[in-house]
């Protein structure tokens, strides 16, 4: 048993995410063979480690013990990877690619630096669209990618990483809360046609029963990174300010310097998840692994 940590790696992961469903979208894995793994492991031992609640699981208290074990192993292991990395003794230079958001925004500065020591190599970052990191881990161009979006491909595995919120922002000062009908007073810039984003809130618009082709449009730009630029650079003007939608990691700084304003919807929330992805091929692939699991674990 103990030489199988795959299964131990699900448990721990069902444990910490209190739920099957989303230790499955951590892992990269089917919620039927999360189900299947843990009860392996309760046939393994003769007992049940993992009780389903309404709100979620409840660990036994032969899971609690268990818990403590796989934790305890999880942890050499990491440490033994490590060591492992120095005897492969290869040098490789390490590809990581990042959506715009991700790449600008959410990385600090130092975090390269800190993954290339963790793997004793080099790494670069590339800061492509969802849709081309996709494309270069699959011509083996990038070796993990961080992305905005989930974007349907069997031969890659997602790993789901940091949630995140959209929101409604200007250069002018905007109510915090805004009702349905205030999003017409706006001018807006918008995202181009078939970016992820604009996928994301055509979803949300359609939800909350709002019609963009009713908006004052003033442009429409490709990415995060021309978004902020064409609102700090617009024209102030506080009876009809110029808006557009953005990830609040984007405009955390400006927000708190009091150079944007943001705002949100009543009522509700544009969420969103970021995923580590890779492909299959690397699924143990030890730098791969090392990667992930740093930035999994919230060095970055």
């Known amino acids: 048993m103990l030489k199988d940590f795959v299964k131990l790696e699900t448990f721990l992961t069902v444990a910490r995410e209190r739920s099957f469903s989303k230790a499955s979208a951590k892992l990269g894995i089917s919620q ?3 189900t299947q793994q843990i009860k392996f492991i309760e046939k393994y031992l003769g007992t049940k480690t993992i009780e389903r609640k309404k709100n979620g699981i409840k660990l036994t208290s032969e899971g609690d013990e268990l818990y403590k074990i796989a934790s305890k192993l999880e942890k050499s292991i990491y440490l033994a990877e490590k060591d492992l990395l120095k005897i492969i003794n290869e040098e490789i230079t390490f590809h990581l690619g990042a959506s ?3 790449g600008n925004h959410i ?4 975090c390269l630096n800190t993954i290339g020591k963790a793997i004793h190599n080099d790494i670069t970052l590339s800061i ?4 081309e990191i996709i494309g270069a881990l699959k011509d083996r161009k990038l070796d993990v990618g961080l992305i905005e979006s989930y974007i349907q491909d069997n031969s890659m595995v997602y790993r789901e990483w940091l949630e995140d919120e959209l929101v409604v922002f200007s250069n002018s ?3 915090k809360i805004l009702k349905t009908e205030d999003l017409y007073e706006f001018k807006w810039i918008c995202r181009e046609e078939g970016s992820q984003t604009k996928r994301i809130l055509a979803d949300v618009f359609e939800e ?4 963009c082709s009713s908006f004052d449009v003033l442009s429409e730009v490709s990415n995060t990174t021309a978004v902020l630029q064409t609102i700090k650079r617009s024209e102030k003007n506080e009876e009809s300010p110029v808006v557009s939608i953005i990830s609040k990691h984007a405009i955390t700084d400006e927000v708190q310097k009091g150079e944007l304003f943001e705002a949100r919807l009543r009522g509700y929330e544009m969420t969103r998840k970021f995923y580590i ?7 143990h ?3 791969v692994d090392n990667v992930v699991d740093f930035i999994m674990a919230g060095y970055c």
């Open 32 to 34: 039927p063979a999360v």
């Open 100 to 102: 715009f958001t991700i």
């Open 107 to 110: 990385i600090p500065g130092n």
């Open 128 to 131: 492509k669209s969802s849709d």
């Open 173 to 175: 000062p905007i109510p």
């Open 208 to 211: 909350i029963g709002v019609s």
């Open 277 to 283: 992805v890779y492909s299959k091929e690397n699924k």
């Open 285 to 287: 692939n030890a730098y």
